[in-house]
């Protein structure tokens, strides 16, 4: 049975992995404008929230594949905020006992998921050929994959299968117990440490290339008072023009003034 605090962790973990898809729409949108001073902030930000939600992810795979180590015939474990999260997620059917699991996981991959997207985000406006931009693009293919599975996972369970039907399943062919668990447990373990490790190259790189990443996000304000400091760019040339203007001396044909004539003078007391 579920209590507040597992409903209440249930929705605010949906709504972080919602959060983050929504955030990456709006900067995929936005970086395909003009630089904004906000990009580059938002994108680090959901990169960090993606590395914390994967750290949490993966930490769970590496406890249920120890607990395998020290108990190979017993079922799948799953660590007590995971059963929370678990049982809150469940009462969208609670006819499926299974089914809460498959959306906790399935919500952990997607924002993992996001994660590797902003990568990619943050790396579009730089020149040349980043090696961070190489690898969050494997993580997304890898990732984006993975996830295909668990949505797979998920709609199988949801739909009223005996089983959950996947490549962590053999398609559903694998019975329930000790093989079932097995290799089910080992199969995510091994492709959340591939993940793992790709997102932490990719982070390496990243660190690395910050300041060609970074100079791709510079606003237009900064680049005009750098012109104007420098005497190059736009701006420059054409106060340079308009000085040059101003320095032109007139022509004096244009601007000479007529002459006027002037009658000899009347003498006085000559007669005409």
Known sequence: MASSVDTV??????????????????????????????????????IGLGVVGQLGHFQ???SQAGYWVTHPLSPAWMTPWANSLSR???QIDTTKPSLGMEILHLTGNFIFLAGFVGIVLITKRATGQL?????AKMGVWMQ?????????????????????????????????????????????FVANLVGTGILAMSLYHLWRE????????????????????????????????????????????????????????VLAGRAG
């Open 9 to 46: 962790g249930a929705v605010l973990f949906i709504l972080w992995a919602v959060a983050m898809w929504a955030a990456v729409a709006v900067l995929a949108y936005a970086n395909r404008g003009v630089v904004r001073p906000w990009l580059y902030k938002s994108s680090v930000g959901l």
């Open 60 to 62: 769970e795979h590496v």
């Open 88 to 90: 809150g997620m469940g």
């Open 131 to 135: 090696q961070s931009r190489k690898w």
């Open 144 to 188: 984006g994959i993975h996830g295909i599975e668990h949505i797979v996972l998920t709609l199988s369970v949801a739909l009223g299968a005996s089983r959950a039907i996947g490549l962590s399943t053999w398609f559903g062919t694998i019975p329930p117990g000790p093989a079932l668990t097995t290799y089910r447990v080992w199969w995510h």
């Open 210 to 265: 910050k300041r060609a990443v970074k100079a791709g996000y510079q606003t237009d304000s900064a680049e005009l008072g750098q012109d104007a400091a420098t005497g190059t760019g736009p701006t420059a040339n054409a106060a340079a023009a308009n000085a040059a203007a101003g320095s032109v001396e007139p022509c004096p044909e244009c601007h000479q003034v007529p002459a006027v004539e002037v009658g000899e003078p």
